[in-house]
């Protein structure tokens, strides 16, 4: 196998001999079927949730003879403005773990990336739940710590949740979709201690949760939005109400949330940003720029809050057409205008420099 011989990751995966699963990790956890990555990694789509200029993806392979034994890479491919993956990146990429491991990806002295600058590690609770969803989507069994947590779920009182470990949570929170689970959660999340309320809610952000998960979640975040509250409680019931498709409902909540400016800090509108994209509509993207704007001129960030945002949202497929009528917008205040004149400014800057 040579670097010129092969022209993709998920070619140079096959040639290798390996099954393999791709999950895209850009704003949440979620798979993609073959085609779809090879398609996003040949630049004929932008990649779907793309963060901070980047394609973010987990890639779990095994040999077929050895199904038991998994390896997984995290790599981040970055993006060009209009969210495809630069093609010279790519190639890179290829060319570093061609020349480390060869033909083999499953002996066991192969497996791990070498050092290059597209890898990453995710951070503690996005790598719990990255192996949950993994093992949900293989097929493979639970950390064997789901056990505890249905435990505490179902009697509270009588168990101690500090010893429950973040991964049994994490595997018990991407069952939130089916009844038993549900049920649990319905009748007893009230009674959990506040700290694993958090874990649980903070870990069902990438999943379809039950209906009755979504009343006692949506209950939670009713309680108050408490940015004083250092663990804030009322982000991880707003991480745990994510969802991949439109919501009257979901657009109330987060429409009444921005419009109270003394709700709109920088973790808000991260949290929002970042799990709530797909509830955009025109109204909405604007009055999250708005407080974006707002914060950025109030706390003296000289624009770069609001770049951040905008530069992020704008490489969204979904949004960028949106994101972009914004620039010409006839009702934004004197304030978003002045932002987006920033913009310029900085670009100019970045130019000249």
Known sequence: MSASSIHSISEFLLHAGTNFRIFDLGRGIFPLDSQTFLDIENAQVPAPRPRQQYGWFGIVFWNGQQANQHYIWFIKLPLDEQGLIIAASRNHFLQIIIEAVGESLTSDNQQTLPDNPYS????????????????????LPSHPAIEQVTQYISDP????????????IADFAVRL????EAHLVAGNLSACASDFQIALMQ???????????????????????TPANPKRPDLAALR????????????DVLYNLLSETTLSDVDTLSVVAARHYNQFDEQLLQLFFERAAELDDNQGHQGLLFKGFFSDLVQIPQLRGKVLSLLRSPTRSDLLAKAIGGLFSHTQQEQTL
């Open 240 to 251: 745990g109400l994510s969802s991949l498709t439109p919501s009257q409902k979901l657009r």
């Open 157 to 168: 009182a009588a168990h101690d949740w500090k010893n429950l470990p973040v991964q049994g």
């Open 203 to 225: 870990a069902a952000e990438s999943v379809l949760i039950n209906e009755a998960v979504e009343v006692e979640f949506y209950a939670h975040l009713a309680k108050g939005l």
């Open 120 to 139: 990453f590690v995710p951070g503690h609770l996005t790598m719990a739940q990255f192996n949950a969803h993994t093992r949900l989507h293989l097929r």
């Open 177 to 180: 979709s089916e009844d038993h």
